[in-house]
C-alpha cells in the first residue's frame, strides 16, 4: 500500500513570495491533515479535513495560508507571502473516517520550507 | 486543554539495556494516546496506541508502552535497545469524543550506543 506522498520535499524562497505544497492521502482515507512542525517541536495541526470540508482550520493563519482538497482526494496547502517565520517542515497526514482505525493518523515525509 | 509532556530531551542508552521514553498527559475524561517515531528527514511512524482495555500495548519494532491513569503517564518501553532505534520519538493525546486533533510533546531523542 502506498503511504502519504507529499512535494515537493524541500523548498527554498525568498520571504514575500509565495509557496505551495501538494499531498496525496492514501488511498481511501477520508480524512486528511496539515500539520506545521517547528525546528525541535512537535508537530502541530494547521487544517483537518473531512472528505472536502475543512471541519478544523482555527490553527490556520488565514491572513496568508489556504487550503484546499478538490474531490476530496489530494490536498493543496499555500502560504503567500510568505515570511521569515515559515521556515519549517509541513506535514500531511490521513486517516480512516470513523472507527478504532480513524485514530491512526499516517503521515507524509514532509515539506522543508526555507524562507530567506 | 489537553497538553502531553515529554520531559527529557534526550536518553541515552547502550545497546542490549533496556529503553524508557517518559510521557505524561492531561486531558479531559479519557485518553487515546499515541507514540510516534520519526527518523532523519522522514515523516512519522506510527509505533502504538492505547485507546481502552489492556494497559500495556504492544507495538512495532518490539515497543511496548504502559498507560498509568493515577500517574497520567504513557511511558514508552523496549527490553533491549538497537542502534537502529535511534531516532526522535513523539508522545501524542487526543482527548475522549474530541475531534481527531493529536497534541503532540516536543519530542525526545533516542541515542542508542553500540
Known amino acids: 500500500e502506498a503511504g502519504v506522498v507529499q512535494s515537493p520535499r524541500y523548498k527554498i524562497i525568498e520571504k514575500k513570495q509565495p509557496v505551495a505544497f501538494w499531498c496525496n492521502p492514501i488511498s481511501g482515507h477520508n480524512t486528511l491533515y496539515w500539520y506545521r512542525q517547528n525546528l525541535g517541536q512537535g508537530p502541530e495541526l494547521l487544517i483537518r479535513y473531512e472528505n472536502e470540508e475543512a471541519v478544523d482550520d482555527s490553527q490556520l493563519p488565514k491572513d496568508r495560508f489556504s487550503a484546499e482538497r478538490l474531490k476530496g482526494v489530494d490536498s493543496t496547502l499555500k502560504i503567500q507571502p510568505a515570511e521569515l517565520g515559515d521556515s519549517a517542515v509541513y506535514l500531511c497526514?490521513?486517516?480512516?473516517?470513523?472507527?478504532?482505525?480513524?485514530?491512526?493518523?499516517?503521515f507524509g515525509p514532509g515539506t522543508r520550507l526555507t524562507v530567506t | 486543554a489537553q497538553s502531553v509532556a515529554q520531559p527529557e530531551d534526550q536518553v541515552n542508552v547502550a545497546e542490549g539495556n533496556p529503553l524508557t521514553v517518559k510521557c505524561t498527559y492531561s486531558?479531559?475524561?479519557?485518553?487515546?494516546l499515541f507514540w510516534y517515531v520519526q527518523y532523519p528527514n522522514r515523516g512519522l511512524q506510527f509505533l502504538l496506541k492505547y485507546i481502552t482495555g489492556d494497559n500495556l500495548v504492544k507495538g512495532s519494532y518490539g515497543f511496548e508502552a504502559e498507560f498509568n491513569k493515577s500517574q497520567t503517564s504513557f511511558h514508552l518501553k523496549k527490553p533491549s535497545a538497537l542502534v537502529s532505534d535511534s531516532a526522535l520519538y513523539f508522545c501524542a493525546v487526543r482527548g475522549y469524543g474530541a475531534t481527531n486533533k493529536l497534541i503532540f510533546g516536543t519530542g525526545t531523542l533516542l541515542a542508542v550506543q553500540p
Open positions: 486531558v479531559s475524561g479519557n485518553p487515546y
Open positions: 497526514a490521513s486517516s480512516l473516517a470513523g472507527g478504532r482505525t480513524s485514530y491512526e493518523q499516517y
